[in-house]
């Protein structure tokens, strides 16, 4: 094949070499608009995956690449005025200039041709080419001239950086943050060869803006940021090779991805590659990564299908399908990195001391996770866990491990936890006339003997026309309370565990039928009217609600109120007001199901107006030593709705009427919604509400073990861990858990305690069985 690759970076010369080194009779060239050996930028960062792939496909390039590397296995932060180290990451570092020089010189050595000087502004100039690989960068003419197919999805982020390079060698990752009269800056800093580092300087726009630097040319950018590191510099000068861009070379980051990767123009098959289709923020070192490892699959696809011709339609297809599954694996954690950096400076930097905020920036991409760290570094992380049991109030003696953080107490108001997991609310639509019955106790019971600290029923309704069917739980009579009492009394007298009451109204998604019978499908008969912040049915052929009135305000928030001193009668040790999943009161917050002109809607004040004066209401009643929860859906998940951002106005709004805890759902406000799932994807509106708000929060969605558990409360980005359907699966989800990760501290209900040590002799004997498979 006749072979074209626009672009001189990794992936384009590395492909190129590939290609020539698997089959020589292919013709390739390499083209790049600037001169022979020469490259800008610093240093990049390799992962050892990379490396052994490399080692692989061309031990020849792998070996020089070694030769030139420098390997470093720890991070060090530098912070408020103190040192943390951590070790076991394993590093490589190499400068880019010698790394693209390594790879003109193989591409040289194997017969590839390459062309420098020469600005290449179209396809349409090698019409004799049967491939054409666009690595012309994240500026890529032809992607961008064919971007109605390539359909590229492009972000300038909000934060400026210069990239820059010292003489100084570190001898760790190392990470400073400097707090100025305006705001935080922050230096990525990485050693890349015997005698230079990386050194990378980030702020926010308006920290950017405030100090001028939007006026500064390169030569004072440079001057402001040695005076700013002065002390970690040590007398050693910042250096730059950025001078052909104009300006103070402070950049935006831009993410991109595009939704298709190749394209036929009618003479050659025209395939993105590297830093063209894709983007991964410098804050996991994942840019040359992405394209090694583009170039790699392209040619592993060649190989399977033959290299000629006829077979690139084959091999681009599958090499889109492939790298598209592991590209977004890498933004997704390269995109909770960049947000990290984007926000440290009034999220975190503040607020956090300098051992909580190294783990939250160790595990800020949420590919390191707690049980990850211990095998890095198990002395720093049992470090960390006795520094945070310490602020937990447990004092673990010397000769003894500290509890993980999800098996640490909790205290709110007068309610004390024995560790930080919740049984979320789930409905079970299983109640006659709203009260509970025996699987209700079964259900609850088994939960709160399997370790749960805090068990909640499923949302119970204020009112007969509150429910969401007509198997939901209600507390509007004596009767409900009573059979309520049961359930409570033997929580509190046969368990360690707390439970809650969770109070909410249905409105415009009630009168429907159990989910198995249909999920949101309205009744076919013995249904009731509705009410709403809006005429708006939640289903096209759902009931239609009918907007509330003032009138009907008063008779909720009484109802709402009624149930309240039922509840605290009953025993209950919190009470959550549900505002989430678009019933009643979320309703009344979300614009799209808001839509009223009066008092009650348009503002944020005017859309939380209603709920506040139902939450203060219920506070009004319920006895002042126990908390009061919020839950919220921090994200609607659809254009025009609520997002994260609103969600934290709503949040400040309950914390100031005297809320304890905001539980942070999301979605189900609307049926067109568009979730992004994802392991732990509603954590970060918790961390958000919880660091920039000030208040206590509980994260839900898709928390499933121990790790995910102890990375989010060990973090700060939780204080509760809300966990729903793994405690469908299995009651003694806690105690299951704690074993799995050698934790005795839990405590097991003594009627089973003969179970425990088989159990875990069981799990220690699965463990030797795999490790020896291994």
Known sequence: MRIVCIGGGAAGLYFALLMKRQHPAHSIAVIERNRAFDTFGWGVVFSDATMQSMREWDPETASKIEDAFNHWDDIELLFKGRKLRTTGHGFVGIGRKRMLNILQERCIELGVELVFEREVDGDQEFPDADLIISADGVNSKIRNKYADIFKPDAQVRPNRYIWLGTDKVFDAFTFEFKRTEFGWFQAHIYRFDDKTSTF??????????????????????????????????????LMTNASHLRGSAWLNFNRLICEKWS???????????????????????????????????????????????????????????????????????????????EVVGHRYADQLEPEQFMYSMLTRSQRISHENLRLRDKAWLEGYERWFAARAGVEAAANEAAPPPMFTPYKVRGLALQNRVVMSPMAMYSARDGAPNDLHLVHLGARAMGGAALVFPEMTCVSPDARITPGCLGLWNDSQAGAF???????????PAKIGVQLGHAGRKGATKPPWEGIDQPLDEGGWPLISASPLPYLPHSVVPRPMTREDMYRVISDFVAATRRAAEVGFDILELHAAHGYLLSSFLSPLTNLRT?????????RARFPLEVFRAVRSVWPEARPVSVRLSAHDWFEGGNTPDDAAIFAAMFKDAGADLIDCSSGQVVKEEQPVYGRLFQTPFSDKIRNEIGVATIAVGAISEADHANSIIAAGRADLCAVARPHLADPAFVIHEAAKIGYKGQAWPKQYLSGRLQYETNLARAAEAAGGAR
């Not at 990378?200 to 308006?206: G, K, L, M």
């Not at 009492?485 to 368990?495: I, K, L, N, P």
């Open 200 to 237: 990378i300087v980030e702020t926010t726009e308006d920290v950017f803006n405030a100090h001028g630097l939007d006026r500064a040319d390169q030569n004072q950018s440079i001057a402001f940021c040695e005076g700013l590191f002065a002390e970690t510099l040590d007398g050693h000068k």
């Open 263 to 341: 394209h036929f123009n009618g003479k050659s098959h025209v395939a993105l590659m590297g830093d063209s289709v894709h983007t991964a923020h410098f804050a996991i070192g994942s840019g040359t990564k992405l394209a090694i490892d583009d170039a790699i699959e392209l040619t592993r696809q060649f190989d399977i299908f033959g290299h000629e011709a006829k077979s690139i339609p084959a091999a681009l297809e599958a090499y889109e399908q492939i790298r598209k599954v592991d590209v977004a694996r890498i933004q997704n954690a390269a995109r909770n990195a960049m947000e990290w950096f």
């Open 485 to 495: 009492r049961r359930v409570v009394e033997f929580v509190h007298g046969e368990t």
């Open 598 to 606: 009066d008092d009650y809607g348009g503002s944020h004040e005017n």
